[in-house]
């Protein structure tokens, strides 16, 4: 399933220029902290849950309430 990205979601970069499996982490972190609930829904389809873990544990600007939320959200 392909996703149209939002222009408010990526508004520093041209979102037709991303590459969802080249740009995974700043793509995660975009849609963990500023996504809607199906930009969430693609993430946790479309990419591995053990990604999904390496992308958020390792992100430096995701707020702390954002990491706690995803991390209760692909535990299992």
């Known amino acids: 399933m392909k996703i149209k990205f ?3 979601l990526f508004w520093d970069v041209n979102p037709k220029k991303i590459d969802p ?5 700043y793509v995660i972190e975009r849609i963990a902290d500023f ?5 969430a829904r693609w ?15 390792k992100s430096r ?3 702390p ?11 299992k």
Not at 21 to 25: I, L, P, R, V, Y
Not at 43 to 57: E, F, G, P, Q, V
Not at 65 to 75: G, Q, R, S
């Open 21 to 25: 499996k080249k740009n995974a982490q």
């Open 43 to 57: 993430a946790l389809n479309h990419y591995d849950k053990n990604l999904l873990r390496k992308a958020i544990a």
């Open 65 to 75: 309430e954002t990491k706690k939320l995803w991390t209760l959200l692909i535990k």
């Open 35 to 39: 996504g809607n609930d199906k930009e």
């Open 6 to 8: 939002r222009p408010t």
């Open 61 to 63: 600007c995701l707020r």
